[in-house]
C-alpha cells in the first residue's frame, strides 16, 4: 500500500482529514509510509501529535490501533495474553478424558489467545496505523519489546510459534519528552519534532475547524492564547483547548474577546485553580 503519493499530497489529504500539516509534517509523514519507518513525534503536550496519527488513519481509510503507554504497562498489557479462566475451565471439562500433553496442546491455541495492541496491529491484513502514545511514560523494558517489534515487525509466541505481519502497519510513537528515550529506539524511527504553531497558523486551525467564529475574534483569542503560553503555567493551554475555546465563544455568542469575557471563560483553557489566579493577575484580568 502507498500512504501516501507525495509530501503535497500528504498535506492534502492531512487537511481533508482535518489536520492542517506544514511542510515538514507532511513530509515526514509521506516519508513514514513510503520507507516503512515508524516516526516518533516529540514535542510538548497539546501540539497535536496524537491528533496526527489519527488523521493519517482517517486520510488513508486505515485503522487506528492505539497502545496508551503509561508506568507499569507490561507485555501481557501491550503484546498478548493468555484467557487463564477460559483455559481453566477447558482442562476441568477435559480432566480424566485426556492426557496433559493433549490438554496442554489444546489450551494453547487461538481460542484462548488474548490479542493486545502491538499484536493487534502486526495480525492485521487490512491498512492498519499503529499509534503508540506517550511512550516516554513507559519502563525501559517495554522500549526492548518495541525495538524487536519496530526491526522486524514480528513477534514470537512459545506456544504458536512466530507472528509475522502480513502487511506492515504505519508505526506513530508520540513522546512528551518527559524522560530521554533509547537511542536505539530512536535510531529505528524517523524523527518529528511539533510545537506550538505560530499565530497565523493557530488562527488557521481555529477557523477551519470553527468556521462560524469571527475571524477577528479567532485572531484575539490566538493572541491570548500566546500570551499565556509565555507565563510559567502548570498546564500551557493546548490547541484542542484552544478550539474548545472558539466552541465556547461561538455558543456564548460573544462578539469581542475583551477582558470581561475572557475572565468568564478562562477555564476552558486554564485547568488549574493556580494558571487561573496568575493569568487573571498577569493579565490584569478581573477576578
Request: glycine fraction near 4%; hydrophobic fraction near 45%.
Amino acid at each position: 500500500m502507498t500512504w501516501f503519493s507525495s509530501p503535497a499530497d500528504a498535506a492534502d489529504r492531512l487537511g481533508s482529514a482535518g489536520y492542517l500539516a506544514d511542510a515538514a509534517t507532511a513530509t515526514t509523514a509521506y516519508l513514514a509510509g513510503a520507507l516503512e519507518k515508524p516516526l516518533l513525534v516529540e514535542g510538548p503536550a497539546g501540539v497535536g501529535k496524537t491528533e496526527l496519527a489519527k488523521a493519517v488513519a482517517r486520510a488513508c481509510d486505515a485503522e487506528l490501533v492505539r497502545l496508551q503507554c503509561y508506568e507499569g504497562l507490561d507485555e501481557a498489557r501491550a503484546l498478548y495474553e493468555w484467557n487463564y479462566k477460559k483455559q481453566l475451565l477447558r482442562i476441568q471439562a477435559a480432566s480424566g478424558d485426556e492426557s496433559w500433553s493433549e490438554t496442554h496442546d489444546n489450551v494453547f491455541t487461538e481460542e484462548f489467545l488474548l490479542t493486545r495492541p502491538l499484536l493487534t496491529a502486526i495480525r492485521r491484513d487490512d491498512p492498519t496505523v499503529l499509534l503508540v502514545d506517550e511512550v516516554d511514560k513507559t519502563d525501559v523494558e517495554v522500549e526492548g519489546l518495541l525495538l524487536e517489534i519496530l526491526s522486524d515487525f514480528q513477534v514470537t509466541i512459545p506456544e504458536l510459534g512466530t507472528v509475522a505481519a502480513v502487511r506492515r502497519p504505519l508505526v506513530v510513537l508520540t513522546s512528551n519528552a518527559s524522560r530521554e528515550l533509547s537511542e536505539a529506539l530512536k535510531r529505528r524511527c524517523l524523527y518529528l519534532h511539533l510545537d506550538y504553531p505560530d499565530a497565523a497558523r493557530e488562527t488557521a486551525i481555529v477557523t477551519s475547524l470553527v468556521p462560524d467564529l469571527d475571524r477577528v475574534v479567532a485572531e484575539q483569542l490566538v493572541a491570548t492564547v500566546g500570551r499565556l503560553r509565555e507565563l510559567e503555567l502548570k498546564k500551557a493551554p493546548s490547541i484542542a483547548e484552544s478550539v474548545d475555546w472558539a466552541r465556547t465563544l461561538l455558543a456564548l455568542e460573544i462578539g469581542t474577546l475583551d477582558e470581561a469575557a475572557v475572565a468568564e471563560t478562562l477555564g476552558v483553557v486554564l485547568k488549574h485553580a493556580s494558571d487561573h489566579d496568575r493569568a487573571v493577575r498577569e493579565l490584569r484580568l478581573r477576578g
